[in-house]
């Protein structure tokens, strides 16, 4: 037709991409980004089965140029990041110039918590994270203007926290107990009844076998084992690392939930 004739595609002005997911996204953010393909790439090296090709506007590079513009890219960056300082404030990720402007920030009062597969600010315990994208997309508390100099009582602090910290903060980390130390306590109320014989009985109720359960609990034993290689503190120790992994295993499935809405 006559606007074929008139709009007629110039292959030296277009080029090929494929569209791919994007380095943030997360569990709830589903972004994509295009690559360009190079003008001499060898096509079954660079895509896949069933993968999306575009003809995009705009002339296509070679491999040859496509590594100086990347080559490019890093020297650029490492000279920002030579002539640049970063901002000291928790969760802030701004760069400004030696000797300012100083940006605005939004940053976090205290430091992050990496507690299993969780991950959160101290000072927002109620904004939980499972991965890295989401963690740092969580806004911060506090605003202001970014600086390289620390505080005076940030100095030495600690830029992270794990689950010792937590429990220091709720009045100390408590002493494990022994399934021995649970026997003899007194029977009249369910606190007395051993933990991992009321987990056991609960676990069969809701179809996990009793004989599966202790070979669980058997081999972790063995794999925990402690230095004192008393029975008490093995039984202790294997306790609570069950009890981690069932929690693992807990979250894991609320982050498959999330990924399915």
């Known amino acids: 037709s006559d606007l074929g004739k008139s709009n007629a595609l110039v292959a030296s002005e277009l080029h090929l991409a494929l569209k791919t997911k994007s380095e943030n996204t997360s569990a709830n953010n589903d972004d994509t980004t295009t690559v360009p393909l190079a003008s001499d790439a060898i096509t079954i ?29 890093i020297k650029r960056k490492k000279e920002e990041m030579a002539s640049t300082l970063a901002c000291v404030h928790l969760g802030c990720n701004n760069r400004f110039p030696k000797g300012g402007p100083y940006p605005d920030c939004c940053y976090h009062a205290a430091p992050p918590v990496f507690h299993e597969t969780a991950k959160f600010w101290s000072c927002c315990p109620h904004k939980k994270a499972y991965d890295w994208e989401e963690f740092q997309a969580i806004p911060g508390c506090l605003t202001g203007v970014c600086t390289n100099v620390k ?3 940030a100095a030495g602090a600690k830029q992270f926290l794990g689950g ?4 220091e903060a709720v009045g100390g980390a408590q002493k494990l107990k022994s399934i021995d130390d649970f026997n003899a306590a007194e029977a009249g109320g369910s606190s007395a009844v051993p933990v991992l014989e009321r987990l056991r009985s609960v676990m069969d109720e ?6 599966l359960f202790d070979q ?5 034993k063995k794999d925990v084992g402690t230095a004192s290689g008393s029975e ?14 069932l929690k ?8 498959q939930q999330l990924r399915i809405k």
């Not at 496509?66 to 080559?71: I, P, S, T, V």
């Not at 669980?216 to 972790?220: E, K, L, N, Q, T």
């Open 164 to 167: 010792s910290d937590l429990r």
């Open 232 to 245: 008490e503190d093995e039984i202790a120790a294997a306790t609570q690392d069950l009890g981690e992994k």
């Open 216 to 220: 669980v609990f058997d081999g972790i």
């Open 151 to 153: 505080e005076e009582d």
């Open 206 to 211: 809701i179809g996990i076998e009793t004989e």
């Open 45 to 73: 090296h660079v895509i896949g089965d069933r993968d999306a090709v575009y003809i995009l506007h705009g002339p296509s590079n070679t491999l040859a140029e496509m590594k100086e513009e990347k080559q490019d890219e």
């Open 248 to 255: 693992a295993a807990m979250k894991d499935i609320a982050v």
